[in-house]
């Protein structure tokens, strides 16, 4: 498989502290590569490395299949976690001079053709100043894809949008995977992260935990979820956690709690326990979610910690 | 040029010149530059025309009613002018000179009683003719009270009546000490006729014609005025394109603009393009300056005092300067996070064009000091020193303006890479301002 970024024992420091310690990762064209981690972990320091808007102590970068070089920036749509535009230019105004920075052809169709797809049409002639948080965010979302870039890598693209907005963004970078297009975005929102990206990457204190498929993820952590519903609710899982040995945590989300099991637990003993002391009315045996995953290894209670889970 | 620098000096460029603040700034700024010149030759007619009233203590006795006739001759012929129309305006303050008795028990009341006067503005001042001011000579109690003139007054220093009461007075004096020594007056102020020596420049002659051309009479505007002017203009013009490059590169910074920009171009062609935006913008200005200058002095029939041979000086200098100045701007615009901190910075950084206004009057009185021609080579300060030398009648050693030239190019250089490499970690640093140690450490930091 073609790697549109290849990144070889990468190693990021500011003074003493180490943001990114020998990282090592492909992205494989045309996928939808998610960069998930707690905040500080080190993903936007990556992701300005693939910029080359700061450069790594040592280790290599390799982007379309060469070292970096000055030229690829044009090639490379690139969506900040801070979002940056110059307040007093007009949408339109502000999309051409993006377009042109990347010697981009075609800016003006390609910015009304993004602009009416994401329901700005009419806001093309108005100040920057004068959009909302979203309405300013999906401007800058359009920027970094007005050249019609090879590579687009967004920094939280999703964050701060509300639910409409936030599936336009969704339907957005879909289609640039539909047209062939190398995707990486960072989030918090693992739910996004385990519907939309085809792989996922997750950096903890500067050092990759994470690596591959969502299945291939998940298969390292088992079926160890136990998802149910009962008449009792929390207080009677508390008596059942006593009586079946294994029960690691229970997770309460009110009408449903999530049990996690250990491996030599039997799941059929929890459930016994269970139907002996209440009315049941769901037990459903389950992979982790993306959500528990990250949890497990962002809040660590077991030797989780540092370990690299390669599952690609 | 390169593309990107291009589309960022375009942006740049229409930034700045279309804000108000540029517009009023060209505007406002040298109107309020040249205002205290302009102010004072339309007011310099609007004299306060209030009589005076002057007492004289007279102890020698014998100037004191001499001096109240020669004030009321002066009265009579130089108070009113006669206008167009045949009126009598009244175009300054009768002179009323009282004359008094000494005190010479108590000289000290008396004065005192005569200040109070002057606070309670019953009198305008008082003059106070020393006992031996005919032959001057030390006083017997040690002071040199008795062979002095004293004026007492709350504006003595800057008061008309004091520099006119010099003359009178004097000549009174050397009047008497000449029918004592048996000399006629007459006959001493032909000998002692005056004869003034005018100001002349150079002659020259036309190359094509082979005539000589006269000197013309120098005049303060050719000896000040214009090389002042030449100043003030190169130091709007920096205010004008290059001092905003602090604000709006911290503005870029803060506002995280930087990065996305960061994210099509290089850290160098992002500085340039905002440098060479602010040339753009402050060279715009000169157009409208020298231009409005030049047709100013034509409508005026004045075209003689353009001077056509210093303009390309002008342009070479003031687009070295503006380049000089908008590097380090951006620079130091780059390690700001805050409008406080570019503010803090603001004044260090205007120093280049501080210091010329500081010590131009010295350099433009003696522009061949050797004070002058040091400090017009030292790069940072020639653009607008050497202007200012060059642009004063004396003619300047032509290996001057080129060596100042040589140093301020490579100067320019200098700044431009020493602040491309401030600007490439300063645009994404976070936190506190750095120390000024920090940065000179970035300018030679290997990475």
Redesign the interface.
């Known amino acids: 498989m073609e790697n549109t970024i290849e990144i070889r024992n990468v190693t990021k420091r500011f003074g003493d502290f180490t943001a990114v310690n020998d990282l090592t990762l492909n992205v494989p064209k045309g996928s939808i590569y998610g960069f998930i981690g707690p905040n500080g972990s080190g993903k936007t320091t990556t992701l ?1 490395m693939l ?1 080359n ?3 790594q102590d040592s280790g290599e970068i390799n982007i379309f299949g060469e070292k970096y070089r ?1 030229s690829f ?2 090639r ?1 749509g ?1 969506l ?1 976690e ?7 230019m007009k949408v339109g105004e502000l999309l051409h ?2 377009g ?4 981009g052809k075609n800016i003006r169709s390609e910015s009304v053709r993004w602009l009416k797809k994401l329901g700005l049409e009419d806001w093309k002639d108005e100040k920057i100043e004068t959009l909302s948080k979203g309405m300013g965010q999906k401007v ?1 979302f359009i ?2 894809v007005v050249t019609n870039p090879e590579l687009v890598i967004l920094d939280e693209p999703f964050s701060g949008l509300d639910p409409v907005n936030r599936d336009a963004m969704k339907d957005a970078v879909l289609e640039l995977k539909e047209s062939g297009k190398t995707v990486i975005f960072s989030t918090h929102d693992m739910d996004i992260a385990e519907k939309m990206c085809d792989y996922v990457f997750m950096i903890y204190k500067g050092k990759k935990v994470l690596d591959g498929t969502l299945d291939s993820i998940k298969d390292i952590y088992g079926t160890d979820i136990i998802r149910v519903i009962t008449g009792g609710g929390m207080q009677v899982l508390k008596e059942v956690q006593n009586e079946v040995k294994g029960i690691e945590n229970i997770n309460d989300y009110g009408h449903i709690q999530e049990v996690r099991i250990e491996k030599n637990c039997d799941p059929q003993d929890v459930l016994k326990s269970l139907v002996a002391k209440t009315q049941v009315m769901k037990f459903e045996i389950s992979k982790p979610s993306l959500h528990d995953i990250f949890v497990r290894i962002a809040k660590p209670v077991a030797d989780h910690v540092g370990e690299v889970q390669n599952a690609g | 040029m390169r593309d990107k620098i291009k589309t960022i000096t375009v942006r740049e460029y229409k930034a700045t010149v279309r804000t108000k603040t540029f517009l009023i700034s060209m505007i406002l700024v040298p109107v309020m530059m040249f205002a205290g010149i302009i102010i004072m030759k339309l007011f310099e007619d609007n004299v306060d025309t209030t009589d005076k009233n002057i007492t004289i203590i007279d102890r020698s006795g014998i100037v004191a009613e001499r001096l109240v006739a020669i004030a009321e001759e002066r009265n009579k012929s130089e108070v009113f002018e006669k206008k167009d129309n045949g009126e009598l305006k009244k175009v300054k303050p009768n002179y009323l000179f009282h004359i008094v008795q000494p005190d010479d028990e108590n000289p000290d009341k008396q004065r005192y009683e005569l200040s109070e006067k002057v606070r309670k503005k019953q009198i305008f001042s008082f003059v106070e003719i020393g006992k031996n001011v005919l032959h001057p000579q030390p006083a017997e109690d040690g002071s040199d009270f008795s062979s002095v003139i004293r004026y007492y007054a709350e504006g003595a220093a800057l008061d008309d009546i004091r520099r006119w009461l010099g003359n009178p007075l004097n000549n009174e004096l050397r009047q008497l000490r000449m029918k004592e020594a048996g000399i006629d007056p007459a006959q001493v102020t032909e000998l002692m006729r005056w004869v003034s020596v005018n100001g002349m420049g150079l002659y020259s002659i036309d190359l094509a014609t082979g005539e000589y051309i006269e000197a013309r009479e120098s005049s303060e505007g050719e000896a000040i005025l214009a090389p002042m002017a030449m100043m003030m203009i190169m130091f709007i013009l920096s205010i004008l394109g290059a001092q905003p490059l602090l604000n709006s590169t911290m503005e870029e910074k803060s506002q995280k603009i930087s990065e996305v920009i960061l994210g099509s171009c290089s850290t160098f062609d992002f500085m340039m393009g905002k440098i060479l935006g602010g040339v753009g913008a402050s060279l715009s200005a000169a157009l409208v300056y020298v231009g409005g200058g030049v047709i100013a002095l034509r409508y005026m029939g004045r075209s003689d005092l353009i001077p056509l041979e210093l303009i390309p000086w002008f342009f070479a200098y003031a687009t070295l300067l503006i380049t000089m100045m908008g590097a380090i701007m951006a620079a130091l615009g780059s390690t700001c996070s805050t409008a406080k901190e570019a503010q803090s910075l603001a004044f260090p950084g205007m120093l280049p064009m501080v210091v010329p206004m500081m010590i131009w009057f010295m350099i433009v009185r003696e522009p061949l000091s050797n004070f002058s021609v040091i400090a017009s080579l030292i790069p940072p300060l020639t653009p607008m020193l050497m202007l200012l030398r060059q642009s004063t009648p004396y003619h300047i050693p032509a290996w001057q303006p080129w060596t100042g030239l040589i140093g301020v190019i490579l100067f320019t250089l200098f700044s431009v890479w020493a602040s491309a490499r401030i600007f490439r970690i300063g645009i994404l640093s976070s936190g506190k301002a750095p120390k000024l140690g920090t940065i000179i450490k970035w300018i030679f930091r290997n990475d």
């Open positions: 300005r910029m808007i700061i450069f000055q920036k044009d490379i690139y900040p801070e979002r940056g535009l110059y307040k007093s001079f993006f042109k920075l990347k010697n800058q920027a970094s």
